[in-house]
């Protein structure tokens, strides 16, 4: 069996800023059972754990992480056509990969998912959404894990979901989501998962050192525009700065260290408290001890 717990592993690797230091353990199971297996061992019962997963909004500090790091392996990435246009998918699948499915089985209602980077697991975890579409829209039914081995089932009215989140306990591991979508025309779904790609394309920074936006939007405010009011524009810490297609965008300009990240988000979040009087909420994460 091909190894999946990995000591002292770089979590640079796992994260897209391509930062961060050790996990004191990665644990990548390839099952069910043997993720059940390695949460039931009492060793683990007072350390912290942290689910990962595609590293598309974490930054992980550069002191790393006391405990350990669980990233669900490779058999977590199935898809599977179930009737009445539902789809089941593993948690550790690429949203773009669902997006594409539904499409080439005219499915409608994903296309959005076609410009969210990350994994299923984590798109539920956070509401993830765009263009007016966000993860609650399209949600059925999920099976998650908690800390002890235990597997439940949730359904679409056992979970209240809101902005970039919801009310699932933190510590449930998500395994596998079942979404609704709807009968559509393929060539309709593949025009409007085109035009999705091309206004992010657009307007958001691409192939570069950044976990997506920053700070969550204010209600009835968009974090870029508070961002821009503050003079942040140019600000930079290190090898950290700002982008200039899109300023909630931070980038690791490829010599930056985690504390330049943080400090920059800190720098700007205190610019736009000083100038607007809002305080800016993270979207990304940031894992680890300072």
């Not at 990995?6 to 050790?22: I, Q, T």
């Not at 449930?172 to 025309?185: A, H």
């Not at 958001?204 to 968009?222: D, E, L, M, Y």
């Not at 300009?253 to 610019?271: H, P, W, Y």
Request: with cysteine.
């Amino acid at each position: 069996m091909k190894n999946t717990i990995y000591k002292k592993e770089k979590l640079s690797k796992y994260s897209w800023f391509n930062l961060g230091g050790p996990a004191e353990i990665l644990f990548k199971p390839n099952s069910i059972d043997e993720l059940k297996n390695f949460l039931i061992n009492k060793e683990i019962n007072n350390k912290n754990i942290f689910i990962l997963g595609a590293g598309s909004n974490t930054l992980f500090r550069d002191t790393g992480f006391n405990g350990f790091v669980i990233k669900l392996g490779k058999e977590f990435t199935n898809i599977k056509l179930l009737e009445d246009n539902k789809i089941e998918v593993g948690a550790a699948t690429l949203d773009k990969k669902l997006a594409d499915f539904a499409c080439q089985n005219s499915i409608s209602g994903l296309e959005f998912l076609s410009c969210i980077p990350g994994s299923i697991g984590g798109a539920v975890t956070m509401n993830s959404g765009c263009y007016q579409k966000d993860i609650s829209k399209i949600f059925y039914s999920l099976q998650a894990i908690d800390l002890n081995g235990n597997v439940k089932v949730f359904k679409k009215d056992d979970i209240k979901f809101f902005y970039r989140g919801n009310n699932l306990d933190s510590k449930l591991i998500i395994l596998n989501v079942t979404f609704q979508g709807k009968k559509g025309n393929k060539s309709q779904i593949q025009n409007l998962q085109d035009s999705f790609l091309k206004e992010k394309k657009e307007s958001q920074p691409n192939r570069i050192k950044t976990c997506g936006s920053t700070f969550k939007n204010p209600k009835n405010k968009k974090a870029w525009e508070l961002i821009k009011k503050s003079d942040c524009l140019n600000l930079t810490v290190g090898g950290a700065s700002i982008s200039d297609k899109h300023c909630n965008f931070f980038m690791n300009n490829g010599n930056a260290t985690s504390s330049d990240v943080e400090k920059l988000i800190e720098k700007v979040r205190e610019k736009v408290f000083l100038k607007t009087g809002t305080k800016l909420e993270l979207e990304i994460k940031i894992i680890g001890e300072k």
